[in-house]
């Protein structure tokens, strides 16, 4: 059984509004995180995700729940877990008057590692992170990308086992964000786990191993990206088909399905489902049956921004009109 970098229990908190009484921030949430892996929160601004970041990194207490982060229970041991991990927050904590490379051996200073230490991981980290050349510049004179590289490098130099990331490409261009991903990934590969939070699904798509939806203090739905695509309708598979005789009887041969009218040739049907391999391969099952066989098939799922709207009734934020699918 693979060991949890967080588990958490019947997590709650609230707080004391002088015009509306009491109000639940986080009620009941559950959550298990594999080390390891990545897993991104989603939620509505308010939902609860920073309250939750605030309470698993010992920045705030609970009302409630049990909680075990990298193996200490949070409550008992809040020293032991904040040295095993690392907080990049939404908001860059670079000291912009410092050059990269101070930055970083002041961080050093901070996790008590001796000058000689120090020195050897902020050069180790200046070069991993592509910040060489700017080593030695003040910080104000970095790009968003450069200070965010310099920020999570910052998190890094006391090796956490577990990383939380609010918002890590937030204001970042594309080749920027690509970037970050790149980092993410690979520190994934070194055995660091990843809890992510972030306002742009496409990322939560392209990084997570697993997400959970958080709206109004409660966790609505968790599961891979392509589990929480089928949890809404809009899903299909096209077949596309040389003739329409071929079209026809697969047309009758399945008994749903109608022919897509974005095709000029009229030649693609279009069939309801969830996309999960039993629908898939019972769809094929019954053309095999009838001795049809398709010239072409695609599976087509809703986006993580269709189940975000479906399940909280409110937009996304931020959009990006670059796609990597």
Same mark, same amino acid.
């Given at each position: 059984?693979?060991?949890?970098?967080?588990? *958490?229990?019947?997590?709650?908190? +609230?707080? =004391? /509004?002088? #015009?509306?009484?009491?109000?639940?921030? $986080?009620?009941?949430? !559950? @959550?298990?995180?594999?080390?390891?892996?990545?897993?991104?929160?989603?939620?509505?601004?308010?939902?609860?995700?920073?309250?939750?970041?605030?309470?698993?990194?010992?920045?705030?207490?609970?009302?409630?729940?049990?909680?075990?982060?990298?193996?200490?229970?949070?409550?008992?041991?809040?020293?032991?877990?904040?040295?095993?991990?690392?907080?990049?927050?939404?908001?860059?904590?670079?000291?912009?008057?410092?050059?990269?490379?101070?930055?970083?051996?002041?961080? *050093?200073?901070?996790?008590?590692? +001796?000058? =000689? /230490?120090? #020195?050897?991981?902020?050069?180790?980290? $200046?070069?991993?992170? !592509? @910040?060489?050349?700017?080593?030695?510049?003040?910080?104000?004179?970095?790009?968003?990308?450069?200070?965010?590289?310099?920020?999570?490098?910052?998190?890094?130099?006391?090796?956490?086992?577990?990383?939380?990331?609010?918002?890590?490409?937030?204001?970042?261009?594309?080749?920027?964000?690509?970037?970050?991903?790149?980092?993410?990934?690979?520190?994934?590969?070194?055995?660091?786990?990843?809890?992510?939070?972030?306002?742009?699904?496409?990322?939560?798509?392209?990084? *997570?191993?697993?997400?959970?939806?958080?709206?109004?203090?409660?966790?609505?739905?968790?599961?891979?990206?392509?589990?929480?695509?089928? @949890?809404?309708?809009?899903?299909?598979?096209?077949?596309?088909?040389?003739?329409?005789?071929?079209?026809?009887?697969?047309?009758?041969?399945?008994?749903?399905?109608?022919?897509?009218?974005?095709?000029?040739?009229?030649?693609?049907?279009?069939?309801?489902?969830?996309?999960?391999?039993?629908?898939?391969?019972?769809?094929?099952?019954?053309?095999?049956?009838?001795?049809?066989?398709?010239?072409?098939?695609?599976?087509?799922?809703?986006?993580?921004?269709?189940?975000?709207?479906?399940?909280?009734?409110?937009?996304?934020?931020?959009?990006?009109?670059?796609?990597?699918?």
């Amino acid at each position: 059984m693979t060991d949890l970098a967080i588990a *958490a229990t019947g997590l709650r908190k +609230s707080y =004391r /509004d002088k #015009k509306n009484g009491e109000k639940v921030v $986080l009620d009941g949430v !559950d @959550l298990a995180v594999p080390e390891g892996t990545i897993f991104s929160l989603l939620g509505p601004n308010g939902a609860g995700k920073t309250t939750t970041v605030q309470i698993l990194s010992t920045l705030i207490q609970a009302d409630g729940g049990e909680v075990r982060v990298a193996g200490h229970d949070l409550n008992r041991r809040p020293d032991d877990v904040r040295g095993a991990i690392g907080v990049t927050g939404q908001y860059s904590a670079v000291d912009k008057l410092l050059t990269g490379e101070e930055n970083l051996l002041l961080m *050093a200073d901070l996790k008590h590692l +001796s000058r =000689r /230490d120090g #020195k050897r991981k902020a050069a180790e980290l $200046l070069e991993r992170f !592509d @910040l060489v050349e700017a080593a030695g510049k003040p910080a104000s004179t970095y790009s968003g990308g450069m200070a965010r590289r310099l920020d999570l490098a910052m998190t890094l130099v006391g090796d956490p086992r577990l990383i939380f990331l609010d918002e890590p490409t937030t204001g970042l261009d594309p080749r920027s964000r690509r970037t970050m991903w790149g980092i993410v990934r690979d520190l994934v590969a070194g055995g660091v786990t990843i809890f992510l939070t972030t306002q742009y699904l496409e990322e939560a798509d392209q990084l *997570a191993d697993r997400i959970a939806l958080l709206d109004h203090g409660r966790l609505i739905a968790e599961g891979t990206a392509d589990e929480l695509k089928r @949890l809404i309708p809009g899903g299909h598979v096209s077949l596309r088909f040389t003739d329409d005789a071929a079209l026809g009887a697969a047309l009758a041969a399945l008994g749903e399905g109608f022919v897509d009218p974005s095709d000029d040739d009229r030649l693609t049907l279009q069939v309801p489902s969830d996309g999960g391999v039993a629908s898939l391969r019972d769809l094929l099952a019954r053309l095999d049956g009838a001795g049809i066989e398709p010239a072409g098939l695609s599976v087509h799922t809703p986006d993580l921004d269709d189940v975000f709207l479906t399940l909280t009734g409110r937009q996304t934020g931020p959009q990006h009109t670059e796609t990597t699918r």
